[in-house]
């Protein structure tokens, strides 16, 4: 990449990056607002934002390996930023559950989680993601030194509990948890043939 690229990458890449991430919510309340998500609206509005958090829970994940394909450092610029938003549509996944599906009923609420196991996996998920985005900023990071990395590995964990919650969610239709799933296992398998050849070169 020249310079000239790089300038214009750094210039247009985060504002491009934010619209785009954006640009789902604002699609589905465009949706809602006109009455065009079909005969269960609430439904379709809690699933679309689970979706959309497991997609950009993925792309944060793939910023890493395509900054190896690529050998450029560009990808991981938008990393903290696709985290978050991944983040922002798991909470509106999870408050529009809590308010328009259960009425903010906490009994009932406590008790799907218990006895649902796809709630369950996808609570862990939310409560993982916490320190995370808690955690995602640069003082933070400066202040944990090694920990932060050991901390931010919880990613991978949480991936697999989303995955698990979809599919556990859909039930019969597992062509996109499937996708997901196979994707997820790609991520993995790049970051360990990753890891494996630098303690083989240390070696």
Same mark, same amino acid.
């Given at each position: 990449?020249?310079?000239?690229?790089?300038?214009?990458? %750094?210039?247009?890449? =985060?504002?491009?990056?934010?619209?785009?991430?954006?640009?789902?919510?604002?699609?589905?309340?465009?949706?809602?607002?006109?009455?065009?998500?079909?005969?269960?609206?609430?439904?379709?509005?809690?699933?679309?934002?689970?979706?959309?958090?497991?997609?950009?829970?993925?792309? =944060?994940?793939?910023?890493? $390996?395509?900054?190896?394909?690529?050998? %450029?450092?560009?990808?991981?610029? /938008?990393?903290?930023?696709?985290?978050?938003?991944?983040?922002? /549509?798991?909470?509106?996944?999870?408050?529009? /559950?809590?308010?328009?599906?259960?009425?903010?009923?906490?009994?009932?609420?406590?008790?799907?989680?218990?006895?649902?196991?796809?709630? =369950?996996?996808?609570? =862990?998920?939310?409560?993982?993601?916490?320190?995370?985005?808690?955690?995602?900023?640069?003082?933070?990071?400066?202040?944990?030194?090694?920990?932060? %990395?050991?901390?931010?590995?919880?990613?991978?964990?949480?991936?697999?509990?989303?995955?698990?919650?979809?599919?556990?969610?859909?039930?019969?239709?597992? /062509?996109? $948890?499937?996708?997901?799933?196979?994707?997820?296992?790609?991520?993995?398998?790049?970051?360990?043939?990753?890891?494996?050849?630098?303690?083989?070169?240390?070696?």
């Amino acid at each position: 990449m020249t310079p000239d690229s790089a300038k214009l990458l %750094q210039r247009i890449g =985060t504002p491009l990056v934010f619209t785009l991430s954006l640009l789902p919510f604002i699609l589905l309340v465009l949706q809602l607002l006109t009455d065009a998500l079909g005969a269960n609206p609430i439904e379709a509005f809690i699933r679309h934002n689970g979706e959309w958090g497991l997609r950009f829970l993925l792309l =944060t994940l793939t910023m890493t $390996p395509l900054r190896y394909v690529l050998k %450029q450092s560009w990808p991981l610029r /938008y990393r903290r930023m696709l985290g978050l938003f991944a983040f922002f /549509y798991v909470c509106i996944h999870l408050s529009s /559950y809590i308010v328009l599906d259960q009425f903010f009923d906490w009994a009932e609420i406590w008790a799907d989680i218990l006895k649902r196991p796809f709630i =369950t996996v996808g609570m =862990t998920a939310f409560l993982l993601l916490i320190p995370l985005v808690v955690t995602s900023n640069k003082m933070m990071m400066k202040r944990l030194g090694r920990n932060w %990395q050991r901390l931010h590995r919880l990613v991978y964990v949480i991936a697999v509990c989303a995955v698990l919650h979809y599919f556990w969610l859909v039930k019969a239709d597992l /062509y996109w $948890p499937t996708v997901y799933a196979v994707l997820l296992l790609a991520l993995f398998t790049i970051r360990i043939a990753k890891s494996h050849a630098q303690r083989t070169r240390i070696s």
